[in-house]
């Protein structure tokens, strides 16, 4: 057992670098390009467990792309978020906080600011499932490998995987003593502390340590002189320990411990404001595409801290099965605020009202089991099959506070609740019609509670006087519910081995997220649950490589049509968001993924995505702010239908060359030189279709230069990120507050800097 899973390493890591179209991983191969080549070796050889089994990436008949961690601490590619990429496939959505973040893949993600919905991607870390968005956007350390798994992975991964998945595998302790430690200095006073140590204990246990810390000053310029100068920094620590035990051939034990703090000051600025008097309130900052300006005089703070524990037992029974049981327990506590108004004013004024306290508290709770037996090869068939349980509690608070004219301040707080429990079996198996021919398939059985409660007083104000927020907000509210839902999802396709050259495959897959609750600060006892999610994917795709192993090429063609498509739209001069039922959406396209070494020391890297992600049928969505009747807005609704679903880009693309200069042998190191680009054709970030929230395309390369030592234990990288400082935002919203505006979330790598990065190991 013990030997099984060390070769297994050993192959991920010489392996990922050539890794389909990942713009990244392409980047670091020429690295390992003259070992590869002596080997003769495969991109489709890397070893991936998307299917909950150890195999080669042509075996996995699905989409797929995978990168090692190394090739991503290479190239500085720190975060989840950022293997945007290396995947073309998937998008990230910024909010102001971790909680109103999102990704996509494949058009399809899930954005609300409920803890009581379900993200549509999963994001899964050492076999554990990350309940919600916000624990997912984790600083990435001591990684053997990232897999993007793409389409719904409902069958065999079940939570958060409607759309897809994201898998992150860390590195287990190391057979002997090592180590490494890099750092990073770039423009803006902005740097990056990293290391771990690993090596055995005894004779059958073993351990690593790893750790990191991060430091911003931010990017953002607040020019009313109050509080912080710089805004959208950040300061971020976390570390990580695992303990690996081999008592035996048969039995592996491995226990995890992490934990992560983080805290930012990000806030959105102003790309478009209607009233002049709140023109005037902002003054000096001019609202537009390229505003980095801000003029406020609020908090504008978020705080993050998590920590887990996990248990994963291996065991080897009965000559041709394998026990697998993964426990774990986690917590993440969030706390937010926002200076929604964005000005400076101590003093409401004609046209502008204040809103300096928009503060929200997350205290989330997750449990989670899972048990699986996994069969060799029973005589033409093969089996797996388990069982999952799982917990989550989390608890919401929140406060507002508006003031307007004549002192009329109105405030007020709300909490809720939420408790999900899930719990499913599931069976997969791969009949081997013959050489050549395989099919697989499975189902997975799921049932789902939901429980919910809200408590809202008008009573309790936040300052003695204020009255309590109008509207819906203004309303005494306490109230809980419940639903639960019972579903089966599946899997059935074919996969056919094509001579030397790799294989095809055709699939089709049931897919669903469960029911949801639009818990925030405006639920009145009318709410009801949304339905749960379900979607219908069918896929076809291949996988390919030359003869002599230097191009290899994967290919998917998609289709795939949700049913009560989960969105969440603001209404037409309301501040509160609603969760809905979209009705049903669709997305189809084609995914092409390349890797070329036509040398050991050059390495060309390509990939695609083409894209048709639309709104089927919508007939009564909420109208954007300011829309007419000539627009289509008929009593406070229009039909959606043909509209474009959010941050899904019709084409994206990925690109990297690297070439590796030899030096002589008189000098302990290569140099080299690379250059990585993506690019992205507009988009629509609202789901309303309004005209002020779309982003036109645009085009980001990167580039660097260096020296990595012959012997793999140093390198020295110089680095400029988008090189001809290419505009670009994370998000846009519009609101119909103070007279109507349009906010932009604007992101770091939307402007150029430069920076330099060092790493060792011993």
């Keep these: 057992m013990t030997t099984r899973f060390r070769m297994s390493s050993r192959i991920v890591l010489a392996g990922a670098s050539v890794i389909a179209m990942s713009a990244f991983s392409g980047q670091a191969y020429a690295q390992d390009s003259a070992a590869a080549a002596e080997d003769n070796f495969d991109a489709n050889a890397i070893v991936v467990t998307a299917n909950l089994r150890e195999q080669t990436l042509e075996e996995v008949p699905l989409a797929v792309s995978v990168v090692s961690g190394d090739r991503l601490d290479d190239v500085g590619v720190g975060g989840i978020e950022a293997i945007t990429d290396t995947a073309p496939s998937l998008t990230f959505t910024k909010g102001d906080n971790p909680g109103n973040s999102s990704l996509s893949i494949r058009g399809i993600g899930t954005s609300s600011f409920s803890i009581a919905v379900e993200p549509a991607v999963s994001v899964v870390v050492d076999g554990v499932v990350m309940a919600r968005s916000g624990q997912g956007f984790q600083d990435l350390i001591d990684v053997q490998r990232v897999e993007v798994l793409r389409g719904p992975q409902s069958t065999l ?56 810390y991060k430091q911003y000053d931010g990017f953002l310029d607040n020019v009313s ?4 100068h710089h805004r959208a920094g950040y300061e971020n620590y976390g570390f990580r320990g695992k303990l690996k035990f081999e008592p035996s051939s048969d039995l592996d034990i491995t226990l995890i411990g992490d934990y992560r703090h983080g805290k930012d000051n990000s806030t959105f600025t102003f790309r478009h404001v209607y009233a002049e008097p709140y023109a005037n309130a902002m003054s000096p900052v001019e609202p537009g595409a390229a505003n980095r300006d801000v003029n406020i005089n609020a908090p504008t703070d978020n705080t993050s801290e998590q920590w887990g524990l996990s248990a994963k037992i291996d065991y080897d029974f009965a000559d041709n099965f394998q026990l697998t049981s993964i426990s774990s327990y986690r917590e993440w506590d969030f706390e937010g605020n926002s200076d929604v ?16 306290i928009n503060r929200g508290l997350t205290d989330l709770k997750q449990m989670s089991q899972e048990v699986r037996v996994a069969s060799g090869d029973l005589g033409g068939f093969d089996i797996l099959f388990g069982a999952f349980a799982f917990n989550l509690k989390a608890d919401r608070g929140f406060m507002r506070r ?40 499975g189902l997975r059985l799921i049932h789902e509670k939901l429980d919910y409660d809200v408590f809202r007083d008008p ?33 059935i396709g074919l996969r056919q081995q094509v001579s030397d050259y790799g294989n095809v495959y055709a699939s089709y897959a049931r897919g669903y997220k469960g029911k949801g609750f639009n818990l925030v600060f405006g639920t009145t006892p009318d709410y009801e649950p949304v339905d749960a999610e379900k979607s219908d ?29 989960q969105g969440q739209a603001q209404l037409p001069g309301d501040v509160s968001f ?31 995505t083409f894209l048709d992600a639309r709104i089927d049928e919508y007939p009564l969505g909420p109208c954007y702010y300011r829309q007419t009747a000539a ?19 019709d084409l994206r693309l990925t690109g990297f060359i690297k070439q590796t200069v030899p030096l002589g042998d008189s000098l302990p190191f290569d140099g080299f030189v690379q250059s990585n680009f993506t690019y992205q054709s507009k988009v629509q970030f609202g789901m309303d279709q309004d005209p002020t929230t779309r982003q036109g395309g645009y085009a980001v390369v990167n580039a660097g230069l260096g020296i990595d030592s012959k012997d793999d234990r140093y390198s020295v990288t110089f680095f400029v990120r988008n090189l001809f400082d290419k505009n670009y935002v994370g998000y846009i919203f519009s609101s119909g507050w103070n007279g109507g505006r349009v906010y932009q979330q604007v992101v770091r790598d939307a402007s150029r800097y430069v920076g330099v990065k060092a790493s060792y190991n011993f």
């Design 225 to 228: 002189g109050i509080g912080d």
């Design 402 to 441: 508006m003031r307007f004219l004549n002192d009329v301040n109105r405030s007020g707080q709300f909490s809720g609740s939420t408790e999900t429990t899930n719990l499913a079996a599931f069976v997969s198996t791969n009949i081997y019609l013959s050489d050549t021919t395989e099919m697989f398939g």
């Design 459 to 491: 009573a309790n104000v936040l300052v003695d006087g204020d009255l309590a927020l109008g509207g819906s907000t203004g309303t005494y509210a306490d109230f809980g519910g419940s639903t639960k839902d019972t579903a089966f999802v599946g899997k």
């Design 578 to 608: 609603v969760l809905l039922n979209a009705g049903q959406v669709s997305t189809k396209g084609i995914e092409a993924e390349a890797t070329y070494t036509p040398t050991d020391l050059t390495t060309i890297s390509l990939g695609a």
């Design 631 to 649: 627009e289509g807005c008929v009593d406070g609704a229009q039909d959606l239908a043909g509209g474009d679903l959010p941050n899904a880009p």
């Design 537 to 565: 994917a069918y896929e076809i795709g291949a996988k390919l490589t030359t003869l002599d192993r230097s191009l290899s090429l994967n290919l998917a063609a998609f289709y795939t049509k949700y049913k009560n498509f």
């Design 341 to 356: 108004d964005g000005t400076p004013l101590s003093e409401p004024a004609p046209g502008v009202n204040l809103w300096d």
């Design 157 to 212: 991964f079940g939570k958060n995987a409607s759309a897809g998945l994201i898998s992150v595998t860390t590195e287990d302790p190391s057979d002997y003593l090592t180590g490494k430690v890099d750092a990073s200095l770039a423009s803006g006073g902005e740097y990056s502390v990293r290391g771990s140590v690993s090596g055995p204990l005894s004779d059958t246990a073993g351990a690593s340590l790893s750790g990191f």
